[in-house]
């Protein structure tokens, strides 16, 4: 595309080769995108902030940290100031990898350029933290970030509720969820999941169900993740006649159900001995084309 726009004698600026750079990294041409860099260079056009945070996102999310960390060094040597979208893009890549430790040190290299962290970067340590199962950490950064002046919002909150619920703290997390009620911030769909699903899967269904009809009340409504913990968890239960009654109004209500809800009906029934069901749910997948996991086969295998 820059060649075309060159070829038709059109100046070629910053603007340009930093949206053309942007899409190769988002595409994870990384290699392609930093050799635009380099010509931008060599014609003594100045990159910004914008065109470096792109390539610093592109090696991030192909792995390639110490390609993004020297971007950052040589950002300041070029007296181009680092923003906070610059190390929220490192620290979060950082902390996807359960890369804590060097995550710290990129909010203590954050917090030495005068750059201050926010709800985003701490956000992200949290979540790192939950990857890792060291959730009362994570509880800890959500603890003080109120004291240094962030305001925690539902994503925050989310992340520490869906960690306890991981490791079956479901207490806890009900405790965090109350409190965010208690703050007046609102929990969404992903902080109603993260509930469901583990009050579903330490067996308290109806407080479960409960919470369904809250999301209601609170205009958020129920989607196939919320409903795939309720049919989950009727299966376990050796309920599997509600579950496929459940899966037939929702059904009814316009929701697309995903493999994953029919693999845990083929699941439910071939536990409970009902094999022709299962086959019959099994055969109406492949002839409607759906793409079937090797968990689908699986269970089949094992049912059989």
């Known amino acids: 595309m820059l060649r075309q726009i060159e070829g038709k004698l059109v100046s070629t600026n910053v603007v340009m080769y930093s949206t053309i750079i942007d899409g190769l990294c988002k595409d994870k041409l990384v290699n392609d995108a930093y050799e635009l860099y380099s010509e931008m260079i060599t014609k003594r056009i100045s990159p910004t902030v914008v065109t470096l945070n792109s390539l610093i996102y592109g090696y991030c999310i192909v792995g390639q940290f110490k390609e993004a960390f020297g971007l950052l060094r040589e950002m300041v040597l070029k007296n181009i100031n680092p923003d906070v979208y610059t190390f929220n893009i490192l620290v979060d890549a950082l902390c996807k990898e359960g890369k804590i430790k060097e995550a710290k040190s990129g909010i203590a290299v954050m917090m030495k350029e005068g750059v201050m962290p926010d709800v985003v970067t701490y956000s992200s340590l949290m979540d790192g933290y939950c990857l890792v199962n060291e959730v009362n950490k994570a ?60 009050l579903c899967k330490s067996g308290r269904i109806s407080y479960a169900w409960e919470l369904v009809d809250e999301m209601r009340d609170n205009g958020q409504p129920a989607d196939i993740i919320t409903y795939n913990s309720l049919i989950d968890a009727l299966c376990k239960n050796h309920h599997v006649d509600k579950a496929i009654a459940l899966v037939k109004k929702i059904k009814d209500q316009g ?11 083929i699941d439910g029934l071939c536990k409970q001995g009902r094999l022709k069901d299962a086959q019959v749910i099994f055969q109406d997948l492949l002839i409607k084309g759906y793409n079937l996991t090797v968990w689908t086969y699986t269970i089949m295998i094992k049912g059989l």
């Open 139 to 198: 509880k800890h950064v959500l603890s003080i970030i109120s004291r240094m002046r962030v305001a925690p919002n539902a994503r925050s909150y989310s992340i520490v509720i869906n960690g306890f619920c991981k490791i079956k703290m479901v207490d806890k997390a009900l405790s965090l969820f109350y409190e965010m009620c208690c703050r007046r911030i609102a929990p969404d769909t992903v902080t109603y999941n993260s509930l469901i699903d583990g």
């Open 255 to 265: 929701i697309q159900l995903d493999m994953y809800t029919y693999n845990i009906l």
